[in-house]
């Protein structure tokens, strides 16, 4: 090799942009949630059930119709960007009125709704309305009452931009609604060799995998996540899981699991 006509890295300037134009930073996308993230949602739910919060009430809010709007949190934000905001006056609210911050949550894309996120939170009965009744202040779409509806919708907006439902068996339906928040993990996957097998990773298949291009910040894809208190990672998590059976997570097959 004739070492005088190779480019080191190192002498290669970085590219900067001509003027006038701007440097735009690219945010992460994701076509749908990652291998075993399905997985982390349901570990999250049995972890807020084994601490006495399990999570009892589901949040849906359609993102990409609430960031054309002119009022509210996600009004003017990208969606992620307005995500990122309401989950902090969420865990603020909870916090200020003694309620311990305990949530799961993902986004999805959906053919007819577009952009949306669906958020699981433990809640108590005395604080439930107080609740419902701040999201017209955090979602700039007010909150409208009907003669007919099912009995799990308990706070129904003007538009149809959000929703409220507390979950069903009493309350403990957490890892159904956790299972729910993760089937956009997809059923199928390909593997290095390019041939296509069985996720073995998701837990629970009965809800189709519909995916959808969602973006998140610069940093991070921005696409499902955790409260702390019940992150399955943390150690303290996982000395609780490993007294959880198998059944009790949902699980067909441990191989896949990261700890």
Known sequence: MNIQNTTLFSDIAPI???KGIVNVRLRKTTQSLPKGAQGQLI???ILAEKLGLPINRLTTIRTEILSRSSAGVFAGKHEADGVACLLELMRKWHVNRGIPWTCIWSREF???VG???HIGTHQSDE??????NQMPHWTGEARIFLEKHKPDRIGISKNDAWLVQCCRRQGNSGTDTASYLGKDEPSRIVSAWRTERDNSAKRVTRHPCSGGFVEGTHRVAY???TSRNIAPAAPASR???ATVSDKERLIVNLDWLPY
Do not use: N, Q, S
């Open 110 to 112: 959906g053919k007819d």
């Open 16 to 18: 900067r942009p001509a």
């Open 127 to 132: 604080h439930t309305e107080g609740f419902i």
């Open 115 to 117: 952009g949306h996120i």
């Open 239 to 241: 000395k609780i899981l």
């Open 223 to 225: 696409r499902h996540g």
């Open 43 to 45: 570990d999250a739910a």
